[in-house]
């Protein structure tokens, strides 16, 4: 792991992670530790930041995956030897397959309504058919009572690792409540995978996303949704990494 701005990044590959979520299933010592996972790139870095409490989530976390390009750098000039790009939805895919004719169920919660089901069928096309459920989330406050019922649901349905897709930082703050509500091994958040695999959202060409282009894209598909996100999100990543820089590097503080 390496810390960036506070944060316990994962020094690995996305290989490497699935090999390492896999395998013990082969060993058959998996046991119900409610892991929990983010692919968290500088969108949920800078929410971390500006919120003490959505910061404690992510360091209590399991794994934090580097989702982003400009993580992976800071991270490298801070001596991370191995660290790769997890994005997220490429992480889901990867697992998804190579857990195809694994004892894995996957359990999908998010999305609009209707989301979850069409990647069910998408990861039917990849060979995986041990998707166990779905669940769309209200637009809303969950309610005591629906908390319960999303996590006998998934409890009952024998899942190994519930996916969630929503937006930071709410698919993390869902993520850590729900442990409270299921016993399982794995609670991933991936953003915007669910809409990327089924079609519902457009991505980023794969060279805007090698040199951390991809906000801009999404930027300019989604300009009212997405502009004061990215406005506040860009320059404040680049000066607390400079700022922090200079305090550990020049100044000593730390």
């Known amino acids: 792991m390496v810390k960036v701005l506070g944060l316990p990044i994962y020094d690995g590959t996305i290989e490497s992670a699935v090999a390492e979520i896999v395998q013990p299933y082969t060993a058959g010592s998996i046991t119900n530790q409610n892991r929990c996972i983010s692919a968290t790139g500088a969108h949920g870095i800078i929410e971390a930041n500006q919120d003490p409490a959505f910061k404690e989530i ?29 994005y997220g939805p490429d992480f889901f895919k990867v697992l998804i ?9 996957h359990f999908f919660c998010g999305g609009k309504e209707g989301v979850a089901d069409a990647l069910k069928e ?26 319960q019922e999303i996590g006998t649901m998934i409890q009952q349905a024998g ?36 809409d990327f695999h089924t ?15 991809e906000w801009l894209f999404r930027l300019i598909m989604e300009p009212r949704r997405l502009y004061k996100r990215y406005l506040k999100i860009v320059p404040l990543f680049i000066w607390l990494n400079i700022k922090e820089f200079i305090d550990f590097y020049i100044l000593k503080k730390y």
């Open 58 to 86: 992510l360091q209590a976390f399991y794994c934090n995956l580097p989702d982003g390009m400009p993580t992976v750098w800071v991270a490298r000039l801070k001596g991370a030897k191995k660290i790769q790009r997890c």
């Open 97 to 105: 397959k190579e857990s195809a004719n694994k004892p894995i169920n």
């Open 122 to 147: 998408v990861v039917h096309s990849w060979g995986n058919h041990n998707v166990v459920g779905t669940f769309c989330p209200p637009f809303r406050e969950i309610t005591e009572g629906e908390w």
């Open 159 to 194: 899942t190994h690792i519930v996916w969630i897709g929503l937006s930071t930082p709410k698919q993390e703050k869902f993520a850590w409540k729900l442990t409270q509500y299921c016993k399982t091994d794995y609670i991933i958040t991936v953003g915007a995978a669910f």
């Open 199 to 213: 079609g519902t959202v457009n991505q980023a060409p794969k060279w805007m996303q090698q040199i951390a282009l």
